[in-house]
């Protein structure tokens, strides 16, 4: 009888209804992450191939102006950016949360420093003579610059709270204790890490697209 029990156990493993189980353990708050960024790719997805059809559609000729320079240097920046966060679990799994503020900090601060270097690299599209109402190739360049900016911004405002908590609980042993038996700021982190190398991968496709059909 034991072995019959255990036969439907297996059968019953590979049921669809288990997969749906699964998904019901996922924290509500982890389930709104997955969805928002299927909608940012979908998002992404359709301005890239607007994009790509009007380039290809434009009478002006590919490499008629240079890549702007700062796009490829905030690219770098966001690796950099990215490395940095990913350090965090393991800080947070070491009890130091001291060393955790060093390193949302600095992944703050490059966060910053790559949207600054957006603003720069709008700055040589325009030196280029490419205006965000001009050539419609050029204005799908702002926007999806842009649009990557604005989700880039999401993840900096939850950096910043997660900073301010982090530092806030470094200044007292108890607090520090608290904080690091709280199984809220674990998931909280490994959020924030999902979600930032995300956007981190999202710039690194639209960065190759832009190469490819500047």
């Known amino acids: 009888m034991n072995s019959d029990k255990e036969h439907k156990d297996k059968v019953g493993a590979g049921h669809p209804a288990s997969a749906f189980t699964r998904i019901e353990r996922v924290p ?11 909608g940012i790719t979908v998002l992404f997805v359709i301005l890239v191939a ?36 990913s350090q965090a679990p393991r800080l947070y ?9 060093r390193c949302l900090g600095a992944t703050l601060l490059l966060g910053i420093t790559f ?4 603003l ?5 599209l325009v030196q280029q003579g490419i205006f965000f109402s001009g050539e419609a190739s050029g204005t799908y360049v702002y926007i ?19 900073l301010m908590h982090s530092l ?13 038996r709280n199984p809220f700021r674990m998931r909280q982190l490994r959020m924030l890490g999902l979600y930032w190398h995300y956007i981190d991968g999202l710039w690194i496709a639209l960065f190759a697209v832009f190469l490819f059909l500047y």
């Open 50 to 85: 607007a994009y790509a059809q009007t380039r290809y559609y434009s009478s002006l000729p590919s490499g008629l102006h240079p890549f702007p320079r700062y796009f490829s240097l905030s690219t770098i920046v966001l690796l950099v950016s990215s490395y940095t966060l």
């Open 28 to 38: 509500p708050l982890m389930m709104l992450l997955y969805l928002s960024m299927v």
């Open 93 to 101: 799994k070491e009890d130091d949360v001291s060393g955790l503020v």
């Open 168 to 180: 806030h609980a470094s200044r007292d042993a108890v607090r520090t204790l608290v904080f690091i």
């Open 144 to 162: 999806i610059s842009a649009l990557h900016v604005t989700h880039l911004l999401g993840g900096i405002v939850f950096l910043t709270l997660l």
């Open 120 to 124: 720069l690299g709008w700055r040589e």
């Open 115 to 118: 949207i600054g270097l957006q």
